[in-house]
């Protein structure tokens, strides 16, 4: 039996010896790789906190001392430790989630997977502790170098420092990286801690002399490298930054070195006040192929062949990040003022070749979106055309920055959002469904969802034109669409991809959507329902040409796959009120809910976004549910009807 299967808990680790722990960590490592290759998942960034994981179980009392794992990626080695070893479907509907989640484990305590919030959560629950008389017990916040990058960490550690009557201990997990190699001011003083040469000189040579001297010189050298004005700030002030917050600092020490870890978070958890430990690792530690991975070493991967790191089941198919990452360097080949920014995400988001082609145009601001929205104000003041690509969840985080320094200043900023709508396996905070609903909301705001590639290529050069108000390209994860041509382009631009039969349903698909509507279309065909389909390509403000068609409809059935609270049905209905137009409307979306972890095609199946589900509705309502209407089942082939009694599919 193998060390990592007789772990149940963390309190199975406490009578494992030095050697135990350095195979469970190696069989950790070897579960990681073989199991996150078959599923997908985070992978580097596991990989290098194994032995940081495994300290802290043994040092802490977990679920007593709760843990807040920054982001929550770095989180398979605590599962594995608090008793969740089955990993055959993790990131599936029923298996693990990809992120810490409360119904899981007691052990998991913060679920959201957005970035430098930790250290905000443990200020808030060590004061809670502290004042419901469990002052006893310790929180810890495992933050990375990259979410130090966020403003929010900041403004905890202020916060942090006012109060120093409280058992917090923040380990700072640094590898240099966050997605890519981290950027800016403190990345460069971080690794100026990291690679001076004289305190890497000055930790080997203490560290062996004080050895040498036996149990005594062990303890000696473990309280010298644990003062904040110690052995070590003698002869370097890398310390400063976190002495002059008045915070406690420790390292920085070595991430894959056992003992050394134990003991200093050992020191950390007696201090009895605010402690920060730096902890150096290396993302993809113990995996040739992550360590070699320049890009990002791993960070994300799907299924991959175990043995060499290479991608298993690759498609030619060509993503929506793709075709957007063209579309802006040929835009920054015909005008030199469009300038691009990102928040930490250079190649996720498509920009890397634009960055190659234009490196001096290309803007990385760390994990700090509210900054990137409000700086790109300043550029669209300054005559530049800056294009801020991001994820639509994070696009959440700097609301306030779009509304009241773009809007407000009537920027011309264009807002490109990759993985919109559903994106799966990541889970509730990673999907994408609440742009549109909040960003209709910004006065003057211009919003477009492209249905395929050329209208992505299109939206985008007509949005970077606009330079009086911001404007929002939105897309979901993975490849495009198949082209979906247009019967007529009509003077706003809206496209009428299907007009069949007498104008009985006006079917209004919102972008990747378009191609359901067109499937629900044919299938009201069968059962003698006219319909006209279009797509708006322009979905806010609404334009005229879906006022005009539904005047002459009987029902309007707008798809998105945002929620539909609050969504583009929403403001499609308000349209048509104000224009005196009283056709009925359906807004089909996503329930205003958390939506867990499972495959696209389930999530929308669950929503009742199927062409089946869609069709069948349209008919009860347009030939009411005392008719009956013979529809093909799309399972069975059978064939359906209304029921004259409650309106409930019948098989006949």
Known sequence: MSLLASITGPRD?????????????QEVREFLVQNVSRTGGHLGPNLGVVELTIALHRVFDSPDDPFVFDTGHQSYVH??????????????????????????????????????????????????????????RHVVAVVGDGALTGGMTWEALNNISDDNDRNLVI????????????????????NRVRTTEGYENLRRGSDSFFRRLGPMGRAVYRGVRGGTHGFLSRFSNNVALYSNLDIKYLGPIDGHDLTVLEETLRLAKAHRAPVIVHVITEKGRGYEPARNDEADQFHAVGKIDPATGEPLGSSDAVAWTDVFSDALVAAGERRGDVIAITAAMLRPTGLQPFAQRFPDRVYDVGIAEQHAVASAAGLAFGGLHPVVAIYATFMNRAFDQVMMDVALHRAGV??????????????????????????????????????????LREEFDEAIEVADAPTVIRFPKGAVSAELPALERRADGTDVLWREGTEDVLLVGIGPMAALAVEVAERLRAQGIGATVIDPRWVVPVQSSVVELAACHRLVITIEDGIRVGGVGTRVRQVLRENGVDTAVDEL?????????????????????????????????VLGTRIPVARPSADTGAIWAVSERDGEPQER
């Open 13 to 25: 680790l406490d009578g494992l010896s030095s050697e135990q722990l350095e195979q469970l960590a």
């Open 79 to 136: 599962k594995l430790l608090t008793g969740r070893q089955d990993f055959r479907d993790l990131r599936s509907r029923g298996g693990l989630a990809g992120y810490p989640q409360r119904s899981e484990s007691p052990h998991d305590v913060v679920e959201s997977s957005h970035a430098s919030s930790s250290l905000s959560w443990a200020d808030g629950i060590s004061r809670a502790l502290t004042r419901t008389g469990h002052a006893d």
């Open 171 to 190: 380990v700072v997990n640094d590898n240099g990286r966050s997605y890519a190699p981290t950027i800016g001011g403190m990345a460069r003083y971080l």
């Open 414 to 455: 264009t807002f490109v959002l990759d993985r919109s709508g559903v994106t799966g396996p990541d889970g509730p905070s990673h999907h994408g469904v609440w742009d549109l609903a909040m960003l209709q909301l910004v006065p003057g705001i211009r919003i477009a969802v492209p249905r395929d590639e050329a209208r």
């Open 589 to 621: 979306g996503l329930p205003d809910e958390f939506i867990d972890h499972a495959t696209r095609e389930q999530i929308l199946e669950d929503a009742g976004l199927t062409a089946t589900k869609i069709a069948h509705d349209v008919v009860a309502q």
